[in-house]
């Protein structure tokens, strides 16, 4: 599968992509309008980070207990509730003097319950697409999240300007509402992927299984930490530049749309694993001009050239599906997705903590230092020789 129309002709995949587009641009908006509010509340650069990204702590935990039920429930029910719970957290923020305690326990919340969410919907994904078709179709759903995110950040502050940014988070309620009903009437009542009831012991046992091969362990830390490192540069465009965090966050999503593009449609098979590691580098250099306090049109270019490494992710991915049991994929995929965004609420509690006691621009530029690090660490575990060591150990992940 290398077309798009081929994709779009797939059932079940237009909805699904309405459905992922529509929580993407929700969490866009009110994930600006609720960073935006407690700054101004609180003046903290930790804190405004952690209230856009601090939701993703509580994704260790439901890929600890929960994460099980990413193939044991219905993916349609699964998605529904999901995005229900996400309307109603969203609507709860925007109440008018609800304590900072109370702010950080909605978001916990909602967290909890997103642990999920990856897991259900990228193993639905998965399941509806044939297997030459996993990198186009999870390409064209970061492409979404870029264009979404484009679209959700200009729209974010034109709704703060023309309503406040309580009305703002009230706008991200209602598209959580429409995601869900995108769930619930666009997709098929599939059976879940694997029998049994979900349960922490289960999840436990299929996370062990999951971690026990050496390449997969390798891959699951290249696609958590580079990244959330870099989220953590990401979290600071508030405290950086607060009237032009918008149009950065904004830049930022154009540079993923268009590395994801590329990556998705247009380069060979053949190159993608050449590129996997310069791509990871791409993601984190750039943002070391930062300490140099430039001007803004140099930081929207450094910001637009490394987000176009975030496409590294998907050959990374390809790989780990590669090498995974297909009993086993949504959770696969949803620890995937669970780690990689716990690393980013870590990456900007991190990025937060260091710019509270220095500067924005100067976390940004440690952040970066990290990434590269951490990259160049993993390089050599993640060479295409390695390959067979994962593909040895999937029976004994079956027999989980």
């Known amino acids: ?154 729209t974010g502050g034109v709704l703060m300007t023309a309503l ?15 995601a869900a009903a995108v769930a619930r009437w666009g997709l098929t009542d599939r059976p879940p992927r694997a029998q049994g009831r979900p349960s922490p012991a289960q999840t436990w046992r299929i996370n062990r299984a999951l971690w026990s091969s050496g390449l997969r362990r390798r891959l699951y830390l290249a696609l958590w930490v580079p990244n959330g490192l870099i989220v953590g540069c990401e979290s600071l465009y508030v405290a950086y530049d607060s009237r032009h965090a918008g ?41 070391l001009v930062f300490l140099l306090h430039p001007s803004l049109p140099v930081a929207v270019a450094a910001v637009v050239l490394a987000s176009a490494g975030y496409s590294a992710s998907l050959l990374l991915q390809e790989r780990l599906m590669a090498v995974t049991p297909e009993e086993m994929s949504g959770q696969a995929l949803g620890l995937q997705s669970s780690g990689m965004l716990t690393m980013q609420g870590a990456g900007a509690a991190v990025a937060g903590a260091v710019a509270q006691f220095t500067s924005a621009a100067t976390a940004m530029g440690v952040m970066a230092v990290a990434s590269v690090v951490v990259t160049l660490a993993l390089a050599p575990g993640l060479r295409a020789g390695v390959t067979g060591e994962a593909r040895s150990s999937a029976p004994a992940g079956r027999a989980v």
């Not at 966050?249 to 993923?256: D, H, I, L, P, W």
Request: hydrophobic share 50%; glycine share 12%; net charge positive.
């Open 1 to 154: 599968m290398r077309t798009y129309r081929e994709l779009f002709r797939t059932p079940e995949y237009t909805p699904l992509f309405t459905l992922a587009s529509a929580q993407v641009a929700a969490s866009t908006v009110s994930g600006l309008a609720l960073g935006t509010l407690v700054y101004g509340a609180t003046g903290s650069p930790l804190l405004s980070a952690l209230s856009m990204f601090g939701s993703s702590f509580a994704q260790v935990v439901g890929a600890t207990v929960l994460l099980s039920a990413a193939d044991r429930l219905p993916p349609r029910a699964a998605m529904t509730a999901l995005a229900l719970v996400h309307c109603a957290g969203t609507a709860a923020l925007a109440v008018p003097g609800l304590p900072l305690w109370a702010v950080f326990a909605v978001v916990l919340g909602v967290g909890l319950a997103a642990s999920l969410g990856g897991g259900v919907r990228f193993g639905l994904l998965n399941e509806i697409l044939p297997r030459d078709g996993y990198l186009l179709g999870r390409s064209v759903l970061s492409m979404s999240v870029g264009v979404q995110q484009i679209i959700g950040f200009v």
């Open 164 to 178: 406040s940014p309580r009305g703002t988070l009230l706008a991200g309620a209602g598209l959580y509402l429409a």
């Open 247 to 287: 149009p950065l966050f904004a830049c930022a999503a154009v540079g993923m749309l268009t590395g994801d593009t590329l990556m998705g449609r247009f380069v060979p098979k053949r190159w993608r694993e050449r590129l996997g590691a310069p791509l990871r580098l791409l993601l984190a250099v750039p943002y």
